[in-house]
């Protein structure tokens, strides 16, 4: 029997651990271990306390606006993963995207990989960003009903379909709509979530962390590790706090000025060659791919699946077999597109499925594909049946980046409709639906950060530690590695020989003895190195290596996010 959670496809699931790695514990019978960041009291210094069992967690008061100390404080969420060998060589603070995703949490899912990656001398904090999770201010638009704000991006973003421009305008004026309802609802210290000041907070623990250890606050440096939006974050700091870069691994490289401009135009480069990596794989995996038949090359593999999805196009498929769904239903090329847009981000996770799933609709047989996008299911729309497996990730992300972007998105329906065709010319597969990624919010979300939190842009600087970026060789939404390099004086990019989002979609010793080394030495790898991997699209026991990033997540496929 198919349930709902197995239709999520959570990253959660997606992550098989390795318990080699996780065997140090807190002797748990210490009644004071914590499992909410509402037992953590919130403190003006670091004062880790056991938590989640393997982990210790302190809580930061941090002034909302370093500058107007009149404007009150908030508190910032810390769980960090301690090294083997204390004392640690430092702390790394790591992000995992978004903006909306928790580090809180994504540390406690990615661990093996972060340990295989990054080693063992160094402690691992997660550190929610402003407005996310555990971290305040508060963002919320729905007054404590999550349920609801959960079922009202259901309403809005399925079935947008840039086929038809009545679709975009009814996008284009919801959007506004949402703006303006957020505004009402918005406390007003949700201007303070944005990304300036979450870099000033790390500083802030980087102070903090070396006064606790008696070392001057002022030479004090952050280590860090960011993924995608993590390396806008990262690279934020770096061009703010230039002599405080202490070791920077940037990996999923997006474009910052893109970025900030909230245009979100530089992110599908290299969509369709993921998609190509698609057929590539399957052709080579043959009968461990579904979609694979004998003797297919990759092109006779695309020449199929496009046939496929332009019949799609034409007559969407209906679904009604109760095994896959709870009422009956039609998948789309939409819906199709999505799933491609998640698989492409975790490979060995993903293609499998896109392959049972292009098998079956080859034939008009769509009870996979729904079943896979959660459509023909009802979502929870009560306190009762909420799951919280929904959207909590969407609001604080749209907000982020509104408060970032300074209102410079274009926000007219013409400019949503240049956007929409601009993008199907960048990716024929995924350009469709990757404009759900940006935020037409914006446009009538009335708040705007102090002066001080207004990010002015990138210019060359040299920081005091160069910086590691990294990318996988192909990457669906952030390849912009050597751009974001140029702008860091002595920095170096490595690539992975990879397809997928974040360098943790693919073992590599290569990869981690070049981060591992960069860590304890400073030493950056030789330019133009691309690392080897054990990357393999379809894993012949599915599950063992399963890994990676997904965006957000996959039951709101329809949010793209970095
Ligand atoms: C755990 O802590 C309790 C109380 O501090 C102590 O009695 C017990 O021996 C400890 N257990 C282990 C395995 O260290
Ligand atoms: C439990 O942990 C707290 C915080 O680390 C410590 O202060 C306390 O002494 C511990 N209690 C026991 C019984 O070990
Ligand atoms: C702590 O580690 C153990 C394995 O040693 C694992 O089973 C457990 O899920 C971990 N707890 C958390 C909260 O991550
Ligand atoms: C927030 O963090 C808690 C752990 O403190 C975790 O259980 C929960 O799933 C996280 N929620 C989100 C939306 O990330
Ligand atoms: C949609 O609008 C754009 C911009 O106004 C226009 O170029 C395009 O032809 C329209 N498409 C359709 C199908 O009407
Ligand atoms: C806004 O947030 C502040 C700080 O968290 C809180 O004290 C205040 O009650 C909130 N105001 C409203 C109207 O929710
Ligand atoms: C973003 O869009 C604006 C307005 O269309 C344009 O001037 C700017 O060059 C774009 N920036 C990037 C980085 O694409
Ligand atoms: C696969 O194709 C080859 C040549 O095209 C043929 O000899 C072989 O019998 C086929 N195998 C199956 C299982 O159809
Ligand atoms: C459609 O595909 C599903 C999953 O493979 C299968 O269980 C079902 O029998 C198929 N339906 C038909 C009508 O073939
Ligand atoms: C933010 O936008 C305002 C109004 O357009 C502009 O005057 C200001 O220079 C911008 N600030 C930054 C840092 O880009
Ligand atoms: C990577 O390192 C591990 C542990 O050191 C080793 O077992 C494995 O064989 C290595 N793999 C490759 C491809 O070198
Ligand atoms: C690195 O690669 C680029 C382009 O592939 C090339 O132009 C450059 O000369 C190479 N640099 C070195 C040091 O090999």
Redesign the pocket.
């Known amino acids: 029997m198919f349930t709902r959670q197995f239709g999520l496809l959570g990253l959660a699931a997606s992550v098989a651990a390795s318990p080699a790695l996780l065997q140090r514990e807190y002797n748990a019978t210490n009644t004071s271990m914590v499992y909410s960041f509402k037992d953590v009291p919130v403190t003006k210094d670091i004062q880790y306390i056991p938590c989640y069992d393997n982990y210790t967690c302190t809580q930061l008061e941090v002034p909302l606006d370093y500058e107007d100390l009149d404007a009150g404080s908030t508190n910032i969420a810390f769980m960090k993963y301690e090294a083997a060998q204390q004392p640690a060589l430092g702390d790394i603070i790591f992000n995992p995207g978004g903006p909306g995703d928790s580090a809180v949490l994504t540390l406690t899912q990615l661990l093996p990989q972060l340990l295989e990656l990054l080693g063992d001398s160094y402690n691992i904090v997660g550190m929610d960003p402003r407005g996310i999770n555990n971290s305040g201010p508060l963002l919320d638009c729905f007054d404590g009903q999550p349920w609801l704000r959960d079922y009202y991006y259901g309403q809005v973003y399925d079935g947008v379909d840039p086929r038809s421009n009545v679709s975009i305008s009814k996008y284009y004026e919801a959007s506004g709509t949402f703006g303006t309802w957020c505004t009402q609802h918005l406390n007003k210290t949700a201007k303070y979530a944005n990304t300036p000041a979450t870099a000033r907070d790390m500083l802030q623990y980087a102070e903090l962390l070396a006064e606790s250890q008696g070392k001057p606050r002022d030479e004090a440096k952050v280590d860090f590790y960011g993924a995608s939006y993590g390396t806008v974050l990262g690279t934020t700091f770096a061009a703010l706090f230039p002599d405080r870069v202490g070791k920077f691994l940037i990996d999923a490289v997006v474009d910052g000025d893109d970025y900030y401009h909230g245009n979100w135009t530089q992110n599908l480069l290299q969509a369709d060659a993921s998609v190509d990596a698609f057929f590539k794989t399957c052709a080579e995996a043959g009968p461990l791919c579904a979609f694979y038949r004998n003797g297919s090359t990759a092109a006779d593999l695309k020449e199929r699946f496009d046939a496929m999805l332009a019949d799609l196009e034409e007559d969407p498929v209906p679904v009604n077999d109760p095994l896959f769904v709870e009422f009956p239903t039609v998948v789309t090329h939409i819906d199709v597109r999505n799933l491609l847009m998640m698989a492409v981000y975790n490979p060995p996770t993903y293609f499998s499925i896109v392959g049972v799933v292009a098998d079956g609709l080859e034939s008009r047989n769509g009870s996979l594909a729904a079943l896979y996008s959660a459509k023909g299911i009802a979502p929870g729309t009560s306190k009762c049946d909420y799951t919280g497996a929904g959207s909590e990730t969407v609001l604080p992300k749209e907000v982020v980046a509104c408060n970032d972007n300074n209102k410079s998105f274009n926000g007219s329906e013409e400019a949503l409709f240049e956007l929409f065709s601009q993008q199907k010319k960048l990716s024929t597969y995924l350009g469709d639906t990757w404009p759900l990624a940006v935020v037409p919010q914006c446009r009538l979300l009335d708040i705007t950060p102090p002066k001080s939190q207004l990010f002015a842009g990138f210019k060359k600087v040299n920081t005091s530690t160069p910086i590691l970026f990294a990318d996988n060789v192909i990457d669906p939404v952030t390849s912009s590695g050597e751009l974001m390099s140029g702008y860091f004086e002595g920095s170096t990019l490595l690539l992975q020989d990879a397809v997928g989002h974040g360098l943790v979609v693919a ?1 590599s ?1 290569c990869t981690s003895s070049y981060v591992q080394k960069y860590f304890k030495t400073g030493q950056l790898p030789p330019k133009n190195t691309t690392c ?1 991997t ?1 990357f393999d699209a379809f894993p012949q026991f599915a599950g063992l290596k399963k890994r990676g990033l997904a965006p957000h997540h996959p039951a709101v496929r329809r949010h793209m996010a970095l």
Do not use: A, P, T, V
């Open positions: 073992s010793n080897e054990e």
